[in-house]
């Protein structure tokens, strides 16, 4: 089966780094998406890796290890605005459009 | 307009009774989604189409769910003889290609709660 493994609920200090971690075990992979999500809102898409390593996006960062069916999104310089559910999806290779969706992690910003 | 519109953006309805979801894709947008999302869960695959054809419906959770895309563009999605398990938010999200790093991008989506 395929499966997307994310923390539940993570709470970091304002103007601090967090690190959100993404797990898979899926049939096939090409490709890997962060979104972020506002409550009530519309998931927005962040970051993008198909290639092992570190992908950089001014606060963000993306980092994938896909021997290890591991990914990572880092937050730096931490905003109140950035409490928000951050999911992990993956492009499962042998269905080009679909995706596989994490259940996503809710991140708790505290002053 | 810029980004993915759904409406109504709230949707109150009685069991049994019919509902039809909205979904306007970006112009240009090939691909459009349907996804349901419960409280405190990623988005869960509904149906996809490209253009006008609808290539995948596993999603759909019974005979209950069709949705249509006849031109292309503008999509809806129906819900017969509604039950309270379809209470959820309805994700519409399209994208202009299904390879590569093209994110598919989403509406805000339509709240159904079934009384």
């Known amino acids: 089966g395929q499966n997307i493994d994310q923390p539940t609920e993570m709470t970091a200090t304002e103007g601090a780094i967090v690190q959100i971690n993404c797990t898979y075990q899926?049939?096939?992979?090409?490709?890997l998406f962060w979104y972020q999500q506002h409550a009530g809102e519309a998931p927005t898409f962040l970051s993008y890796?198909?290639l092992d390593g570190l992908e950089e996006k001014g606060r963000f960062s993306s980092f994938l290890s896909r021997s290890k069916g591991y990914s990572y999104l880092l937050l730096k310089e931490l905003q109140m605005k950035d409490s928000a559910s951050y999911l992990c999806?993956?492009?499962?290779?042998?269905?080009?459009?679909?995706?596989?969706w994490g259940a996503g992690t809710k991140l708790i910003i505290k002053p | 307009g810029a980004g993915v519109s759904q409406s109504p953006r709230y949707k109150v309805a009685k069991r049994g009774q019919d509902v039809a979801l909205r979904c306007d894709p970006i112009?240009?947008?090939?691909?459009l989604f349907w996804y349901q999302q419960a409280l405190g869960q990623g988005p869960e695959f509904l149906t996809y189409?490209?253009?006008?054809?609808?290539?995948?419906k596993s999603g759909l959770p019974s005979d209950r769910f069709f949705a249509e895309r006849p031109e292309g563009s503008v999509s809806t999605l129906k819900i017969q003889r509604t039950q309270q398990e379809d209470s959820a938010v309805y994700l519409c999200?399209?994208?202009?290609?299904?390879?590569?790093?093209?994110?598919?991008?989403f509406g805000d989506g339509t709240r159904l709660s079934i009384l």
């Open positions: 999200a399209s994208s202009y290609a299904d390879r590569g790093n093209q994110p598919q991008h």
């Open positions: 112009s240009g947008h090939v691909s």
């Open positions: 189409f490209q253009n006008e054809a609808q290539l995948d």
């Open positions: 899926t049939s096939g992979f090409n490709g």
């Open positions: 890796n198909v």
């Open positions: 999806a993956v492009r499962v290779l042998d269905s080009n459009y679909q995706l596989i």
